[in-house]
């Protein structure tokens, strides 16, 4: 049994600079692989619907007709899944989190840029509709 | 003889992180009896292993629990591996040892915090919790996640440790072993924590083992029962000792787990020693089809995943049982002649965590 066995440690730490951050003047910490949220590349996305069908919160949809990605940024649990199971490798984890909201405005839509995805097979079809869009 | 009454404590209640309820049976100050009431937060996470298939289902296996995930998602890929016999690299094995050991530190010093603020010590509560942020930089530094780490798959594991980042995670530990030396002398040794903890809320070896006590509060009573020493993932080719104390009370439970986290260090030292090169992952072939009782030592105590499959993409049944609700019937038996003053201590030092319990 002893008293002020605390005491050493708390007079060290009022010597101590704190031990928290003064976010956001200072960033906050982060790694090379923090999952922070899922962004896309609408220019490289072949909507194939794998990462809306492996989401274990449900909070990708892709729309084939619309060309449409969007995810929900409060159903997201930032698993990763849908980033290693997309073939085109157009999702990518960034290391920032999103930034926090007060309404439920979450759903962020992309619309996907690349056109026509059975294109590269057929190299003289590719050439024409190249031309036309 | 003074009439007896009945106080509710909780759901919501200054001492409880999560909800469960309590009918404490009051005579003046002592409480007579206690009547648990839970299921307050059941998310039905059971259920979805219908909806979602098996190798997806990790990912939220580890969210049953928010505070031991990998040790969960760990246990599911266990049972699953076992049904499609699937054999791990043993370098998988071992990250996992790794992994599993930082969980544990991280809940211990999480709980290390709690308790020494359920008892109203708040600058070692601050200090338990500021060395419980050096572990958690490491598990985001390595898996990508401070909290969840999402690093367990069906056969192996996502991501590799790099060698010097494993030496220099080694490195650190040992500062990290002297900051924490200075705090698991206070809670060992200092005069407030001791009034407060020694002789509350007894449970005696007999009844923690009748009652099926798990993990730290019974080892705490003396029943030396650690699944590690079962030898699952790489623990069979380390040596350690299982923590155990004999006097049953608050302080014995927190004893145990100020020992655990020393004993950690040492798994995560000769871990890193003896990792092999190789491969981290095997790629399954084909859908699960039988079923497994894999079980784990949680930083609580024993967990168990029971996983059924038919040989489709989709598992038929997940069951978890985790060791809050086996550590309930000991703990409705501690409250029994406690004083009232004493129940937030004597709730916590089973570490509950009913998130995990409800599922």
Redesign the interface.
């Known amino acids: 049994m002893a008293f002020f066995e605390m005491a050493k440690t708390a007079i060290l730490t009022t010597l101590k600079s704190p031990a928290t951050r003064r976010y956001p003047a200072v960033s906050a910490k982060v790694t090379a692989i923090s999952r922070g949220r899922v962004t896309i590349d609408p220019a490289r996305c072949i909507s194939c619907g794998m990462c809306m069908r492996k989401c274990p919160s449900g909070a990708i949809c892709v729309v084939k007709d619309e060309k449409t990605w969007s995810v929900d940024r409060l159903k997201c649990v930032v698993c990763n899944c849908c980033v290693e199971v997309c073939p085109a490798h157009c999702l990518t984890m960034e290391t920032g989190y999103s930034p926090s909201m007060t309404v439920h405005e979450g759903i962020e839509v992309v619309q996907i840029t690349y056109v026509k995805p059975e294109r590269p097979p057929q190299k003289g079809a590719e050439e024409k509709s190249g031309q036309g869009s | 003889m003074s009439r007896r009454i009945i106080v509710p404590f909780g759901p919501q209640h200054p001492v409880l992180p999560e909800p469960i309820h309590l009918d404490l049976v009051l005579q003046d100050e002592r409480v007579v009896e206690a009547i648990p009431s839970i299921g307050y937060i059941h998310r039905g996470l059971e259920t979805l292993v219908a909806k979602?298939?098996y190798p997806?289902?990790v990912?939220?296996a580890e969210?049953t629990c928010g505070i031991c995930s990998f040790i969960h998602g760990m246990t599911y890929c266990q049972g699953v591996e076992q049904v499609m016999n699937l054999e791990v690299p043993e370098r998988a094995l071992f990250l996992r040892t790794i992994w599993s050991e930082y969980s544990r530190m991280h809940s211990h010093l999480l709980w290390l915090g709690l308790f020494a603020d359920a008892i109203g010590?708040e600058?070692?509560f601050?200090?338990s919790w500021?060395l419980r942020?050096s572990v958690l930089?490491v598990l985001?530094?390595t898996?990508?996640?401070r909290v969840?780490q999402?690093s367990c798959k069906v056969g192996g594991v996502?991501?590799d440790i790099p060698g010097e980042t494993l030496e220099c995670m080694v490195r650190d530990l040992e500062g990290f072993e002297r900051d924490f030396k200075?705090?698991a002398?206070?809670f060992l040794?200092?005069?407030s924590i001791?009034a407060r903890t020694r002789g509350v809320g007894v449970l005696s070896h007999g009844d923690a083992y009748h009652l099926g006590a798990v993990g730290p509060t019974a080892r705490g009573s003396g029943v030396a029962i650690d699944l590690r020493k079962t030898g699952y993932a790489a623990y069979g080719k380390i040596h350690f000792k299982p923590v155990v104390e004999t006097d049953g009370d608050c302080y014995a439970r927190c004893a145990v787990r100020v020992k655990e986290v020393f004993s950690s260090i040492d798994i995560v030292r000769q871990a890193a020693a003896k990792i092999p090169e190789g491969e981290i992952e095997v790629k399954p072939k084909g859908n699960p089809n039988g079923e497994c009782f894999s079980r784990a030592e949680q930083p609580r105590g024993e967990l168990v995943h029971y996983v059924k499959g038919d040989g489709s993409r989709h598992l038929v049944r997940s069951r978890i049982r985790t060791p809050t609700l086996t550590n309930v019937p000991p703990l409705v038996k501690m409250l029994a002649g406690c004083e009232l003053a004493d129940v937030p201590v004597i709730v916590l030092s089973i570490d509950p965590c009913i998130g995990c319990m409800e599922r």
């Open positions: 979602r298939e997806e289902y990912y939220i969210r010590f600058n070692l601050m200090a500021r942020e930089d985001e530094e898996t990508g996640g969840i999402g996502r991501r200075e705090i002398n206070v040794r200092d005069e001791i």
